[in-house]
């Protein structure tokens, strides 16, 4: 499990499972009954963990209880979805009723078990793929959610596509402070701004946000791109921009200016860099790191030169798993670099950055 | 040996494959039982079946599927709904003597006994596994973190045996000495009841799917890995302290189905290319009964006299092999 997998996945085969979170009241069914209702020709399974009282319109609705497993290897966030495994496993022997599937979690719902099944069961990784994690956030009830709610806040940081819903309930004086959180707790997610759900299906399925070979398409200037925040409050995307850097992802602000006091956000991020690795202390750095900080690390993801290796490395994580594999070459006239983004809590900044800095060549 | 091709709509699952009154009948997951005698019977019994059990007397299967429902299947093709109350699916059941079903849905979970009374299983984690003791009084209940031990004609509390992680099945040894469960990491667990000592079954490379025991109880044979993995029994510590046999390796492919015969110390294996092999357990000789198919074997069971062999795989391939 926390091997450094070189495996290829045949990813083609597997079925698509989207994640949908989000508090309660953030328009996980509206979004749901739109993906459900709109003529894409695909049929999807759904599985919801409480029938809410607005209607789910869909032939394949499976109901589930929300069952956390911790597994028995001695690490507390080595956790899966019990549910989901039973759930999953049914569904799957009677291929070609669906195309895909849909997951709607609960509004509390921690989505690292989620996403953890994925990679720590076996039959399910045979059989399905983790497409992305959606997250719906409610514009106007946001930051009273952070300030009560650790799940509010890990949903955010734990998804690869930020729905920030019901936009037009706020003012827009208030949209870029909203933004500047958004973008503190997760640098990296796609953020939309949505009214009532509304969204092109494309921008949340069929992401590939967990396969290794397509981690950073969404993010091309992943190695390029600066740490700081650049304050560029006056250009937000909307759904329909197809601006080519996203200015959602220059805003990492990883160097620091943390102050948990302030929306009551505990996570942050990490960014570290470095010039060419050796391989032979990378490798046992990042096992070791994710074994140790894992409970602390909620996703995890990097692109890693090594020394004298003409194609790229590239890592992600969730908590203590941790998946890695080489992807395409270096292209000669590209800056050999590395660099990896942790996102989590209680994570020790000085201590990563200096051990990191170690495994340069 | 001979070999009857049964097959199942392609790409069907089959969920169960085995004997009812000596009739070969294969049940997949969509729901479709297929009979076959002389000329085939396909009965369309759930909107999705999500598992199944003979019953003791061996003349009738027990199904639930997606569709809430629990039916029963007799050798005619006749069937009837034995229930319908659940809103979740159910996929755990199992029979005990004189017809009585337990089943699983989620959380929820009911005994229903003979003359048709049923009892709540009281639990509150979800339902994983279900098995009866062999006399029928007591049903063990596999969850996360253990088994619980509920009376089925008694409102006492539930005996709970506690062993962390998740419990996703679970069986009794034939004398109803030993409780086995099958766990969510790639080992077994098992209790002593007179004393619930512990057993740790370990060092499976894969998920243990499924198990079964020789008809005196010697032996318990488990699949999850690259042969089957064959537990002593006859020792008064069981497996403890005890190497077991693997019998049956076939390079690098992955046991997914045993079974033992009926009469003989002899287990069926199946793999995941869809290849069935019978292994005697004294000497390890093996016994090639069917060639790499099309899917895993999924199930297996002997019928009574022990000379045919019902299987089937999850691609829809399935038959019936007769020794001779």
Not at chain 1, 57 to 68: A, F, G, Q, T, Y
Request: aromatic fraction near 6%.
């Amino acid at each position: 499990m926390n091997d450094v997998a070189t495996q290829n996945k045949q990813s083609d085969e597997k079925v698509p499972v989207t994640v949908l979170t989000g508090y309660l009241g953030a328009g996980k069914t509206t979004l749901l009954n739109r993906i459900l209702t709109q003529d894409h020709g695909r049929k999807y399974a759904v599985i919801v963990n409480e029938f809410g009282e607005i209607g789910i319109d869909n032939d394949l609705i499976v109901d589930s209880d929300e069952e956390i497993y911790e597994m028995n290897n001695g690490c507390v966030c080595c956790t899966v979805r019990g549910d989901l495994i039973r759930i999953l496993q049914g569904l799957m022997k009677r291929k070609g009723r669906f195309d895909a599937i849909i997951l709607e979690t609960t509004g509390l719902a921690d989505p690292a078990p989620v996403a953890q099944t994925f990679f720590m069961d076996e039959d399910v990784q045979a059989k399905t793929r983790l497409d992305a994690v959606v997250a719906l956030v409610d514009a106007k009830h946001v930051m009273a959610r952070l300030v009560d709610s650790r799940e509010a806040e890990d949903q955010i940081a734990f998804a690869d596509v930020l729905l920030l819903n019901k936009i037009d309930l706020i003012d827009n004086q208030e949209k870029p402070e909203l933004l500047r959180i958004l973008k503190k707790i997760n640098p990296h997610a796609m953020i939309h701004e949505t009214t009532r759900a509304e969204i092109s299906l494309d921008q949340i399925l069929q992401r590939n946000a967990f396969d290794l070979a397509r981690i950073l398409d969404d993010d091309p200037k992943f190695l390029s791109k600066p740490d700081h925040d650049h304050h560029h409050h006056d250009h937000q995307c909307g759904p329909d921009c197809d601006h080519d850097s996203h200015v959602h992802h220059d805003h990492s602000n990883a160097q620091g200016n943390l102050d948990p006091s302030v929306h009551g956000t505990t996570i942050e991020t990490i960014s570290l860099r470095a010039g060419e690795l050796d391989p032979n202390k990378f490798l046992p750095w990042i096992e070791k790191i994710t074994q140790i900080d894992g409970p602390g690390i909620l996703r995890l993801k990097g692109i890693v030169a090594f020394k004298d290796d003409p194609d790229r490395f590239v890592v992600q994580g969730i908590h203590m798993i941790l998946e890695g594999d080489y992807q395409k070459a270096w292209r000669s006239n590209e800056k050999r670099s590395s660099r990896l983004v942790f996102i989590g809590r209680n994570l020790d900044r000085q201590k990563l950055e200096r051990t990191f800095a170690a495994c340069a060549v | 040996m001979m070999s009857t091709i049964a097959n199942l709509e392609p790409g069907a699952y089959t969920q169960w494959a085995g004997f009812l009154n000596d009739i070969p009948t294969f049940a997949d997951a969509k729901g479709f039982i297929r009979l076959v005698d002389g000329k085939e019977k396909s009965v369309d019994i759930h909107d999705g079946l999500l598992c199944a059990a003979s019953d003791i007397d061996g003349k009738s299967l027990v199904s639930g599927g997606e569709d809430g429902m629990i039916c029963r299947l007799y050798a005619d093709g006749s069937s009837n709904i034995v229930h319908q109350a659940e809103t979740k699916w159910i996929d755990k059941i199992a029979t005990g003597p004189a017809g009585t079903i337990a089943y699983g849905s989620g959380r929820r979970g009911k005994i229903i006994l003979k003359n048709d009374d049923i009892r709540e299983i009281n639990i509150d984690r979800t339902i994983e596994g279900l098995a009866f003791a062999p006399k029928g009084m007591r049903l063990a209940i596999s969850r996360y973190d253990g088994i619980e031990l509920q009376w089925i004609n008694s409102d006492s509390p539930n005996q709970f045996l506690q062993w962390k992680g998740a419990h996703t099945g679970v069986m009794f040894s034939p004398d109803g000495t030993y409780v086995i469960s099958l766990m969510q990491e790639n080992a077994l667990h098992g209790w002593r009841l007179r004393d619930k000592k512990h057993m740790q079954m370990t060092g499976y490379p894969s998920k243990v799917s499924s198990m079964s025991w020789s008809h005196k109880g010697k032996w318990l044979g488990t699949s999850g890995a690259q042969a089957a993995i064959i537990w002593p029994f006859s020792g008064k510590d069981g497996p403890m302290g005890k190497a077991p046999r693997e019998l049956g390796g076939m390079g690098k492919v992955m046991v997914t189905q045993v079974c033992f015969h009926p009469t003989a110390e002899m287990l069926a294996v199946g793999y995941e290319n869809g290849m069935i092999m019978a292994v005697r357990i004294d000497d390890g000789q093996i016994v090639s009964l069917r060639r790499e198919g099309h899917g895993t074997i999924t199930a297996m069971n002997w019928d009574e006299a022990g000379t045919r062999l019902a299987f089937g795989s999850d691609e829809g391939e399935a038959g019936i092999i007769t020794l001779s």
